[in-house]
């Protein structure tokens, strides 16, 4: 398998845990625009206004991280996943590390807030994978163009794409499961081993070839 696509499955599986992760914790996704904003409105009408602050918080880090991971992809021309990426993969390790400390010191806002800017880098950096568009937090786009792939006939090209597709939505679910348990059973301990296959990927990012 392409050494891209082990980093794609790696960080599609590292998105599915954390954002499982977070949600056991503290009914708060990190990675998800979508669910949060509905969230959000829930928790508006229940009138539970801490896990709104979370929402909040959450919405706002990932997407003050995902324009911090686009511009170092720009900066890096990180767009094909060549070893640049590696330091931005530790810095999300270390920023992951700290918010499960915040969490464990009893501050649920700083955990949200870490997750999600750690989660927001990596949405931002990793977008494409050589001509198709991926996603390594959320399934939604991925599964929208494994559908559109399945109608465009049984062209080699598509059949290589839906392969791609297809893995990066199983291991998203795989790794959502995984953070879900992990951490029902074990919280934030659990929720750790997440740095495992965050960074196993860092580690094959820096066997790469730099394509620019």
Known sequence: MDKR?????????????ADAGAFVLLGT???????NAVL???YLAQGHWRTLGYCAIALSCF???????SRWRQRCQTDNMPRHIAPLLGGQALLMLAGSGLWLMGSGAGFILL??????????????????KVHSTYITGMSTSLINSLANGCQPQERALRRTLLRGILAFV?????????????AV???????LPLLAAARLSQRLPDEG
């Open 5 to 17: 696509i082990q980093v794609l499955l790696l960080l599609t599986l590292v998105g599915g845990f």
């Open 63 to 69: 997407l003050a991280g995902t324009f911090l991971g």
């Open 40 to 42: 959000a409105m829930i």
């Open 174 to 186: 795989v790794g959502a499961l995984l953070g879900g348990v992990l951490t029902e059973r074990f």
């Open 29 to 35: 996704f990190t990675g998800h625009i979508t669910g």
């Open 115 to 132: 997750q999600a800017l750690a989660l927001g880098l990596q949405n931002g950096v990793v977008q494409s994978l050589r001509s198709a």
């Open 189 to 195: 301990l659990g929720f750790l081993a997440l740095l």
